[in-house]
């Protein structure tokens, strides 16, 4: 693991969910929209946490240097899948 392999898995593991808390405060009194774009960022989240987890629990025997779908799912997804989720939720429309 390269060193932006390093930094992209700590902003993932603590950034993200710092940023989370930060935009979650007082989020009754947000848009709508902004609702949307926090919820949408929690879910990609939890998403990326779990895929993280799956991927971590594959037994190091089975881990090579050419793994892509391990790596892409237990360090950049943790960024890429709340980001995904903020898209989401800032193109969707309320359903009133």
Do not use: E, K, Y
Not at 85 to 92: H, K, R, Y
């Amino acid at each position: 693991m390269n060193t932006l392999h390093q930094i992209v898995l700590v902003i993932g593991l603590a950034g993200v969910p710092i940023m989370l808390l930060v935009a979650g405060h007082r989020l009754r009194r947000a848009s709508a929209r902004r609702q949307r774009v926090f919820w949408g960022a929690l879910v990609g989240h939890v998403v990326a946490c779990c895929a993280a987890l799956i991927a971590s629990l594959v037994p190091p025997i089975g881990w090579l240097g050419t793994d892509l779908l391990r790596g892409a799912a237990g360090v950049w997804g943790l960024v890429v899948l709340p980001l995904i989720g903020v898209a989401f939720g800032s193109f969707t429309r309320s359903p009133h």
